[in-house]
């Protein structure tokens, strides 16, 4: 069975300042991961994924993520924070469910970052 | 393009009513669609899948049921709701090996 770990339930940072939320996670195959962000009341919104190829993942709004398969990671970062940051975060692994093509997404508790003003 | 809609965006229900969440995807056909429930303070839950009309798979137990009358319709669906179905109702649909999200129905049951 597959797991995700959301190390930090809250981070806080200073706009400016890099970003840094960490995620482990389990899993028996070789799994799909990726980084959601949900802006409070809305959908969740795709920041990026890694799905076997390059390890060093870039996203939208300069997030990228790092897939360290020997200690089992995908830490999303960010250089610079920015005001439009602020919102929970969400790793995801993916394995198959079905032989339909059908995947199951195991969520992390999420992490909500608030950015200092 | 491809969207993904959701109604109603908010809905305050009293215990023991029913309840009927629609979900529907334009600009895609046969696609794999999903209900995730989000509980406050909690990560998501995948409640229902479906592969195609009529093919409704449940990962849970609970008091909800899922239908899925047309190829782009997604409905979930309770004949009486409790106190714990509160919670953000996403739908999704996969393109690929990615699951995009709806915007959401917020159900407050009271």
């Known amino acids: 069975a597959q797991s995700v770990t959301q190390l930090d339930s809250h981070v806080s940072v200073s706009e400016g300042t890099p970003v840094l939320l960490r995620c482990n996670y389990s899993s028996s195959y070789s799994p799909s991961l990726f980084w959601y962000v949900q802006h409070p009341n809305k959908g969740l919104q795709l920041l990026l994924k890694?799905?076997?190829?390059?390890?060093l993942v870039k996203g939208i709004n300069g997030f990228e993520a790092e897939f360290k398969k020997s200690e089992t990671s995908f830490h999303l970062t960010k250089p610079s924070a920015h005001m439009s940051d602020a919102a929970e975060y969400f790793c995801?692994?993916?394995?198959?469910?079905?032989?339909?093509?059908?995947?199951?997404?195991?969520f992390g508790t999420g992490t909500r970052l608030t950015i200092i003003p | 393009s491809q969207t993904i809609h959701q109604w109603p965006a908010t809905l305050v229900q009293p215990v023991g009513s029913p309840l009927s969440l629609e979900c529907t995807v334009e600009g895609t056909s046969n696609p794999n669609l999903y209900w995730y429930r989000q509980a406050a303070g909690r990560g998501l839950q995948l409640l229902f899948y479906?592969?195609?009309?009529?093919?409704i798979s449940s990962e849970v137990p609970q008091n909800l049921s899922a239908s899925r009358p047309q190829d782009r319709q997604f409905i979930l669906s309770s004949k009486k709701l409790l106190l714990s179905d509160s919670g953000f109702y996403l739908c999704?649909?996969?393109?690929?090996?990615?699951?995009?999200f709806g915007p959401g129905t917020r159900l407050t049951v009271l």
């Open positions: 890694y799905t076997s190829a390059a390890t």
């Open positions: 999704a649909w996969k393109v690929t090996d990615t699951q995009y």
């Open positions: 479906s592969v195609g009309i009529g093919q």
């Open positions: 995801v692994v993916s394995e198959a469910i079905s032989n339909f093509g059908n995947e199951k997404l195991t």
